[in-house]
């Protein structure tokens, strides 16, 4: 299924941001009457063109600092260098010759820097054209620019934004000792996708250690800044497309879009648009879209789409130890324990937090003392206490759906917080024999590499159990490197450093 919206971005500035100087020392005011070669100097507002409000979403528009939501609020960050070229009067845009060619002009959080300009000589009148961002060596008849391949951070998917202002017969004002204002409103010259996806069950679940890619789209285009046009060139290429959750954002774990910057162009019909793949590529893990009609992608314009990912589970599949799970589509973990005759069991999920995850707070007992069963414990905190202030089982609880309940001690798809002895029968089959031992040579790194194929990460240090001991201060670790020591006893509050790996039964 598929839901497209096109919204355009309509050349409206509602904020122009007043910039100070251009640098240099001020002219001195003439008491004579203006001439068309009286000294003037040029200051400059710069803004972008803003698109109307979504009533869904919010403004689609886009921005060089970009924000991790949906409002994509217009507005210049530090650093940002625009190309100013002038001619005089409305004589038209050269390669070269111009009043001024190619000045940089720097915004530095507050205004503009660059060299002081001053208003043509012998002119009553004079042309702007800017383009961002800066290059050092170019033809502004023929502006080359590429879009990242890579679009996957914000910094990444930044430098993909390109905009051209032009502003023709820019008149003298009165006084001379009054900067003639010009005022520049930047418009894009790229198109936007923005993909929202909505997981399906085991095999199409989306997770952090899925990479989308938007398929088919040229990412080089040319511009001719006199008439703002822009044309697509090259190849089509893979382009990695930016998540807009980011980690510590309420939504993470439970909602994926994306978006990335291309040039105008047309994506044939049945042609894999967007692809969605997890960890090496021989593992099959891999799911396409096909548009069943042309798609248009159209400069200054966001298009957004919207897909549901197909269940690839087959629940008669039968299961061994160390197997991904599941074996079609994407991996969510790797199986460390089975029952009925491999159909049904246990897995370890793929990766974990960092550290900084207290088990919670001390000085009173909260009875999540099963040692068999992690989903009692987690029961035990949702139920009778604030799970936020239980920043581990917290963490855990918030990649399953919201509103998720632990009650049935025998659920199956949900993701908890390992029991003690739970934890110690992962640690016995990374092994690869019982938890006392010193293992199976080579065991360790046949199971991490598993779960690294799969998109994941290794098993190792220490991780936090559920199981809290008898007494209010101290819950239980499993040590997975030194046989001798397998699992002991930490303060709740202080131990901060190790890790959480959510386990599930399926």
């Not at 009875?367 to 202030?389: L, P, W």
Request: net charge negative.
């Amino acid at each position: 299924m598929i839901r497209k919206t096109i919204y355009s971005l309509i050349p409206m500035a509602t904020a122009l941001f007043l910039l100070a100087s251009c640098g240099g020392e001020e002219v001195p005011g003439m008491e004579a009457p203006l001439q068309a070669d009286s000294p003037q100097e040029i200051r400059f507002e710069m803004a972008y063109a803003t698109p109307a409000v979504a009533a869904d979403t919010g403004s689609p528009g886009t921005r060089v600092s970009i924000s991790t939501d949906h409002q994509h609020t217009n507005t210049w960050t530090a650093g940002d260098e625009v190309g100013v070229y002038i001619v005089q009067g409305d004589a038209g845009l050269k390669s070269s010759g111009n009043y001024a060619d190619n000045v940089k002009m720097t915004y530095n959080g507050s205004y503009w820097e660059g060299a002081p300009l001053l208003f043509p000589s012998g002119s009553t009148t004079a042309s702007f054209y800017a383009y961002y961002p800066y290059q050092k060596d170019v033809d502004p008849l023929n502006i080359t620019f590429s879009a990242n391949a890579d679009q996957s951070t914000n910094a990444l998917f930044g430098k993909s934004i390109l905009m051209t202002a032009v502003r023709k017969n820019v008149a003298r004002v009165d006084d001379s000792s009054v900067p003639v204002l010009v005022q520049l409103l930047f418009s894009h010259k790229m198109a936007m996708v923005e993909l929202g996806v909505e997981s399906g069950d085991f095999g199409a679940k989306m997770s952090e250690l899925v990479t989308v890619t938007l398929e088919g789209c040229r990412p080089q285009v040319s511009v001719d800044l006199s008439t703002e046009t822009v044309h697509s060139t090259g190849d089509a290429q893979s382009i990695k497309m930016c998540r807009i959750e980011q980690p510590g954002d309420a939504a993470y774990s439970r909602e994926y879009s994306y978006r990335a910057m291309v040039p105008a162009q047309a994506v044939a019909k049945n042609t894999e648009f967007f692809v969605f793949s997890q960890g090496k590529p021989e593992l099959g893990c891999r799911l396409s879209y096909k548009p069943k009609a042309q798609e248009t992608l159209t400069a200054g314009n966001v298009s957004r789409y919207f897909i549901s990912l197909n269940p690839q589970i087959d629940a008669g599949h039968r299961y061994a130890v160390g197997d991904i799970y599941p074996h079609k589509g994407f991996p969510v973990g790797v199986v460390f324990e089975i029952e009925n005759s491999g159909r049904s069991g246990k897995i370890v999920r793929l990766n974990g937090s960092g550290a900084g995850l207290a088990w919670g707070p001390s000085g009173f007992a909260t009875h999540a003392q099963n040692d068999e069963n992690g989903r009692g414990n987690m029961n035990q905190i949702n139920t009778n206490y604030t799970i936020t202030d239980y920043p581990a089982f917290a963490w855990v609880h918030n990649l399953n759906p919201a509103g998720t309940t632990y009650a049935d001690l025998n659920a199956r798809g949900i993701w908890y917080l390992p029991s003690l002895n739970e934890l110690l029968k992962v640690r016995e089959i990374w092994n690869g024999g019982p938890a006392a031992s010193e293992g199976v040579p080579g065991a360790r790194e046949a199971f991490n590499a598993k779960l690294i194929d799969a998109g994941g990460e290794a098993l190792g240090l220490e991780l936090k159990t559920s199981t809290e001991d008898s007494g209010t201060d101290t819950v239980f670790l499993v040590y997975f490197f030194d046989a001798a020591v397998i699992s002991y006893l930490v303060v709740k509050t202080s131990y901060t450093w190790s890790r959480v790996r959510p386990i599930m039964a399926f």
